[in-house]
């Protein structure tokens, strides 16, 4: 599989999210899909402690007990529902020292802050990150939801202090959702040389042709269970969007979930997609989605059809 770079980190171009360990799936559920990502050759795994309430860290952790040298480890801290400061030294160190037991290692290839934190410095959480990457604690760090200005500022503040600077950004970035290309987030990414991680690159499954106009939520569905907060992803415009899309894929022998992650891949400043999955057979099918090598003239006519 194609490797692209996160800071020194060699990612491949599909890696896995963990938000469903502990979730929506078990940990012998966790090893299995785990297993499977690693003999897909994905060798990039994100996950944060506030997925499950942790329990993601620990199935993640004990999924991969005795294959650690064959994976690069991403986790984040500080995300919603927190009323601490998690840009803060102290925060930063507690969350990071939790993390690493409930993962079982003495330390996280990719360690980033799940949102910006507009009450503390990013001197300060620069600081520390830098101070942990000394302690051999963290290898590359990096941020998500940040706006282009936060990017840049914390590029300038990086660059004015010597320290080293946010790796990545992970932001939402699908076929549906092309904010970062119109809030100059990617653009960021182009001039400091920031990966780009999009998360939500197949929203919840509506870009895999699961969901159906007119037919109920599938029972199981992440979109199923998660109730009012669905409408956010699946509506009828854009379901017929994604009709449309699955119609001009099919037209070149695909389907909507290859298009989806290509699509993604096609952009020079993404480094890996990181989609979800629940069982082996997604995992098989995400690290096999992303090989349609779509041409200058292929994205043109995408922008059509997404502009219609």
Known sequence: MERRRIGSLEVTVVGLGCNNFGMRISADETKAVVDAALDAGINYLDTAESYGGGLSEEYLGAAVAGRRDDLLIATKWGGRGS???????????????????????????????????????????????AELRDEGKVREIGCSNFTAAQLDDAAAVADELGLAPFASVQNHYSLLTRGAEQDGVLDACARHAIGFVPYFPLESGVLTGKYQAGAPLPEGSRLAAWGDRASNFIDDDRLALVASLTEWAGARGHTILELAMSWLVANPNVATVIAGATSPEQIRTNAAAATWALTAADLAELDEVLER
């Open 83 to 129: 009323d601490e400061r998690p840009g803060s030294p102290a925060v930063a160190r507690a969350a990071l020292e939790g993390s690493l037991q409930r993962l079982g290692t003495d330390h996280v290839d990719h360690y980033q802050l799940h949102r910006p934190d507009p009450d503390v410095p990013v001197a300060d959480t620069l600081g520390v990150l």
